[in-house]
């Protein structure tokens, strides 16, 4: 008897964490995001807590307006949007962000290359170094560790599109960027880039062909 409760014991709690799984695999309709909808926002996480700003209003980005600068934080726990300090500078869509520790980052876009840091704990912005480079619009970024990471994206330029393959690195410690190996696929912009431990990866999008 104690043999067979030694082989069935195993069994039945693989037998809940496969059925526990499976029950998790599904969403759940939260909070509807209290501003104006948009395209083109900047998101990010820092500890439990979300934060989504700015963007493009219109869905056009060809008109340039109305843009936004107004920034939200959104409470798993008690599922509730809060608004937080503007997002300084000239309000923008189609930017750089991501968070490294408990500071989000949010920068460039549409004809910028501020770069400022969100402070949650004191809900303030800080400017840091410009993002160096083109003026970029739609570039991939991911943080890994203490360094952030920008790259690709487009420009215009004599009334056509220009894809970029560079690729930069910032360094909170020393508020400094850094030129790293540009991206070894095609240029894209719109593409997708997120971090895994201490690897970066970067996909889809679109080309200067508009594949």
């Not at 501003?35 to 493009?56: H, K, P, T």
């Not at 340039?64 to 608004?83: M, S």
């Not at 190996?181 to 970067?202: H, L």
Request: overall charge positive; hydrophobic content about 35%; charged content about 15%.
């Amino acid at each position: 008897m104690k043999t067979t409760l030694k082989i069935l014991l195993p069994f039945v709690a693989l037998c809940s964490l496969i059925s526990l799984s499976k029950a998790q695999d599904n969403w759940i309709r939260k909070a509807d995001f209290p501003a104006a909808a948009r395209c083109y926002a900047a998101g990010f996480s820092i500890g439990n807590l979300g934060y989504v700003g700015g963007g493009d209003t219109s869905n056009d980005f060809n008109s340039g307006l109305p843009l936004k600068n107004d920034f939200w934080e959104y409470n798993p726990n008690n599922n509730k949007w809060t608004q937080k300090a503007n997002i300084p500078g000239n309000p923008r869509f189609g930017g750089v962000y991501f968070s490294i520790g408990n500071k989000g980052f949010f920068g460039g876009g549409n004809g910028e290359n501020d770069f400022w840091e969100y402070d949650p704990a004191h809900d303030v912005w800080m400017r840091k170094a410009d993002i160096p480079g083109y003026s970029r619009l739609y570039p991939a970024a991911f943080s890994i560790g203490g360094k952030g990471y920008v790259g690709m994206g487009f420009i215009w330029g004599a009334g056509s599109l220009i894809v970029l393959h560079d690729f930069w690195e910032y360094d909170t410690i020393n508020n400094s960027w850094t030129r790293k190996s540009n991206f070894a696929g095609v240029p894209k912009c719109y593409a997708v880039g997120f971090a895994i431990g201490n690897k970066g990866f970067v996909g889809t999008g679109l080309d200067s062909n508009n594949s």
